[in-house]
């Protein structure tokens, strides 16, 4: 299986109404590029995506899993656009967004069970398949609870468990381990490492420490550039003097510090 982000270009438009002579009250359009040619290709294995605020991941993550478009560029999947594969590539993808959007009168089961409908996983296959991801993150005692008494880990816990759904062969992952305990980031970091084995799983993080042991490559966006691209050993060699991708980090961003817990 091939994954392949093809010249990605992304910029985001704004209108804003100032009243001043230079606009004569006429709103004024400010232009932010997100993405610029971002361009590589991954084949089964887990990979680290890196970056500051503002790089351009969740961007790129959003391109990936079909939900924005680029402005230039394409996404293929095995030598295919996703736009033209339609179904049969949400059928591969598992997205687990940064942002927490669920629905706050449910228990866990429905979420999961509404999860499964939407990915149109057999009725007779729910059951198994609810309880199959929820061991995964160590929820299923946790399951009739309604969501809105769930804790902030338990949230990202459960979106992490629909992304699982279906057994993905593509995961994409933005921020997954915010607000889980360390015991649950070290848990999740090998449990997605045994799951890349046979998949994609790409993983935006601001915790260094969720991906440098386990990530077979790690890509670095820099204001919407892919700046570097390479496994763990081969950035320390390229970055003279840098024992961790922490050192390569802060080389490349000066004094905004990755997470490290």
Avoid at 74 to 90: A, D, F
Avoid at 159 to 177: H, W, Y
């Amino acid at each position: 299986m091939e994954l392949t982000l093809a010249n990605l270009s992304k910029v985001y438009v704004r209108k804003e109404h100032r009243m001043s002579i230079k606009t004569f009250g006429r709103p004024e359009i400010t232009k932010k590029a997100a993405l610029c040619d971002v361009s590589f290709t991954l084949s089964e294995g887990l990979y680290g995506l890196l970056g500051p605020n503002g790089a351009g991941k969740s961007t790129l993550m959003k391109i990936t899993a079909g939900i924005l478009r680029p402005d230039e560029g394409t996404v293929l999947w095995n030598g295919q656009e996703i736009s033209s594969l339609g179904k049969k590539y949400r059928s591969i993808l598992g997205f687990m967004p940064q942002q927490q959007g669920l629905y706050s009168g449910f228990t866990g089961k429905r979420f999961l069970d509404y999860m499964c409908a939407l990915k149109e996983i057999p009725s007779a296959q729910t059951k198994e398949e609810i309880r199959r991801v929820a061991e995964i993150v160590h929820l299923l005692p946790e399951l009739n609870k309604r969501l809105e008494n769930y804790s902030g880990g338990m949230k990202q816990r459960i979106l992490l468990a629909s992304a699982l759904l279906g057994n993905p062969r593509l995961l994409i992952l933005d921020e997954p381990t915010a607000g889980l305990d360390p015991r649950e980031r070290v848990s999740l970091r090998l449990q997605l490492k045994e799951l890349s084995k046979d998949r994609i799983v790409l993983v935006a993080t601001h915790v260094v420490s969720d991906v440098e042991t386990v990530a077979d490559e790690i890509l670095v966006l820099k204001e919407g550039q892919l700046v570097e691209k390479g496994s763990v050993d081969e950035l320390k060699a390229r970055f003279h003097g840098a024992k961790s991708i922490e050192d390569i980090y802060l080389q490349l961003f000066g004094e905004e510090k990755p997470v490290d817990i």
